[in-house]
């Protein structure tokens, strides 16, 4: 659906869009843009404390300070280690020692990689180190990384309700939440509207796969008075070129239409937006 | 006991259809949703709630505005940029971005500072037509669903140790980061659930290699494999330089989408399908 955005916005309105794939854990944006080019390619690193043993007092203040128990000093018989997987880098440590022995270092957690799509590094992507459980701090990272002259940042966010999809679109002036007609569709969607309205960001859904499954989704919508955007409808064919990784190739013009519509719905948001920022989404 | 997690990479290739099914044919089970952040199994399982529990998470710090003087300390030392000022000038932390260190709480030369654990998560205990299911609900933008997972899991394994059942089978969640490596560390055996889709692919060589770096036994079946035949051919051949027993390709059925309508699985919808057939043998192999 993002990938699609991006498509029709670009092909549609006369801007610079950019699409940053946040699904750091699992992107997949840069599979459908067969021609793109690599361009930059960043290294982003979580800070992990080292204990420096001949300076250590064995205190256990660092210990006392650390919400997430990553380090474990026993003063008997001088053991003072971090356990990486599980510190958050957030430097309470190096408030707390006193001797001066605690240093950081820079531990790897994933890359933060550019792609021309038409010649302007339109898609970025961030992508996790296998193994690592910092997926939230390589989103913030990567959105640090994106240029402030994009007219539109279409962000592809993770699945879930949890803290990677909040830092997703905790920036983000418009959400577009992607559902399908079916219980698990609506029952994840109702979460997802729940998290909306605590962080109070506006909000559209687009059905994907209309036509699949009951009508109970469009029932919700209806008495929450929760704006559709549009419906994909669901079609086999169209499925297949997907899972080739061929989303351009040919659009059948039902999907096309469905896919305008939802732009030209959006852009008439943005131009209100964009005349005048007191007016919200 | 073995303990049998079910994962995927991509979210939405019919991990928790799968799990559900699996239910229906598997004995001496308890199951488990890991998949905190958008559970489903319940909405098959339809349990009934004996037990439930808070889960405190997080910390969450307030900042006392009569108290704070506006010096900016806490700003200065937030790795989260979780502090902002508000529109009257007031320091604020706002919830989402807080990652709940407290070093804010300990810095703070005015003490205006007070963090309390988030008590937005439950998880339960519940009985099921086809057994215990321990699960859970997050609240919203919630942290720590790692943590959770493994709450979750651990009250599953005591039941069963309680009740000597010899599984548990967990549903789990999406991705590779935190809450799936929770979902998978000490797990006996993992059956990943692919479609025949280039990015199913991917993502499940990226779960593969977690996998693998965690020393697990995994099986896979591909779900919906006649989507697109030339990619299930790929996902094959990539399943063999991997070492891992593709045990079974489940093709496309709306069956699937119209027992979910109904609160059934598939089994339960259609004993007599291929695609319940073929879950029973999934069953009965990963039992040995």
Redesign the interface.
Known sequence: MSVNLFHFFRKNLDKLVRLVDC????P?DA?FFHKADKTEEIEVSQLIPEINKEKCTYCRKCVE?C??NAIVVIPPVKFAEVNASLC?????CL?ACQDNAIRENPLPIGKVTFYDIHGDKELAEGK?K??????TMLI?ELKKQISNESEIIIYDA??????????TV?DADYVILVSEP???GL??LK?MT??MA??EKPFGIIINKAG???TEIYKYLEREGIELLGEIPFS?EY??G????NLFGKIPVQIEKCYLNIIEKLERRIMVYEGDNNLKW | MKEITILSGKGGTGKTTITAALASVAEKCVFCDSDVDAADLHLILQPEIREENIFYSAWLPKIDHDKCTNCGTCVDYCRFDAIHSNENGDLIINPFQCEGCRLCERLCPSDAICSERSSNNRWFVSETRFGTLVHAKMGPGEENSGKLVTQVRKRAKEIAQENKLDYIISDGPPGIGCATISSLSGANLVLIVMEPTKSGLHDAERLIELIQSFNISAFAIINKYDMNTDVSDKIQKYLKTKHIRLLTKIPFDKEMVEAMIEGKTIVEYNPDSIISEKVNEVWQTMKE
């Open positions: 699904d750091v854990e699992e997949n599979i300070y919400e997430f958050h880098s957030c430097g309470a408030v996790l296998i193994g690592s459980a910092m997926q913030r993770p699945p879930g309700t949890s803290c990677p999809v909040v830092e905790n079916t219980p698990f029952y994840d979460l729940e998290l605590e962080i699949l499954g009951n086999q499925a297949a997907y899972a080739n990784g």
